[in-house]
């Protein structure tokens, strides 16, 4: 079963428009990572935040990690139509290396 | 080359055959990681190798699933007698180091269809 859960499942918003995505988590985690896929391709790093961080900025992102509530949200700001894709939230595991995936938010930007 | 790079793309296969799927990962990457992405799920973990050593493999979802990295670079995720429930993307990633605050980098998947 998968760590996470992306709320909402799908997002449909105008070019220039910020759009938000939340994540749920289930067991305590050292970092929490957001990753874009776009259709028919693999999945890019957006950005990294650790556990005693609570909010990170990359570019038009922004992201919150609130450990007390275990969830994080990514914010892209002023979008656009290249944004469109599908975002997944990944956190590690207790004594794990590998990632913990996520059901994923497709964001739908349209021009 | 500049990120992983996976072989074949796509792979159509008739149910029971064997099929070979290849991982190159970046050029000196320590960790290499395998993940099964259902169609319209997010990624779950297959197998982690550190170098040659396979390290972790409790998510393969059968003993049909077989991974080998013998060299410490080039992995093969194998899966025999294909059933149409192993229909699936599967993606390698490789990082840097060992460590699980290490960024993933992810090839392009291979798409599996089993008929």
């Known amino acids: 079963s998968q760590q996470g859960e992306e709320d909402p499942q799908a997002l449909s918003i105008q070019e220039g428009e910020n759009a938000t995505m939340n994540c749920s988590y289930k067991?305590?985690?050292?970092?929490l990572q957001w990753y874009r896929q776009n259709s028919g391709r693999g999945l890019v790093h957006l950005i990294l935040i650790r556990s005693n961080e609570r909010e990170k900025h990359s570019g038009r992102l922004r992201v919150t990690l609130d450990t007390s509530k275990k969830s994080s949200s990514l914010l892209i700001t002023a979008s656009r139509a290249a944004d469109t894709a599908s975002y997944f939230c990944?956190?590690?595991?207790?004594?794990?290396?590998?990632?913990?995936f996520g059901t994923g938010t497709r964001l739908t930007v349209i021009p | 080359g500049a990120g992983v790079s996976q072989s074949p793309r796509y792979k159509v296969a008739k149910r029971g055959q064997d099929v070979a799927l290849r991982c190159d990962p970046i050029s000196g990457h320590v960790s290499l990681f395998w993940y099964q992405q259902a169609l319209g799920q997010g990624p779950e973990f297959l197998t982690y190798?550190?170098?040659?050593?396979?390290?972790?493999k409790s998510g393969l979802p059968s003993d049909r699933f077989f991974a080998e990295r013998p060299e410490g670079s080039v992995s093969t995720l194998k899966i025999q007698r294909t059933q149409q429930e192993d229909s699936a993307v599967y993606l390698c990633?490789?990082?840097?180091?060992?460590?699980?605050?290490?960024?993933?980098?992810f090839g392009p998947g291979t798409r599996l269809l089993v008929l």
């Open positions: 190798f550190q170098n040659e050593a396979q390290l972790d």
């Open positions: 990633a490789s990082s840097l180091g060992s460590g699980n605050q290490e960024t993933q980098y």
């Open positions: 067991t305590s985690i050292n970092n």
């Open positions: 990944a956190t590690d595991g207790p004594g794990a290396n590998n990632l913990f």
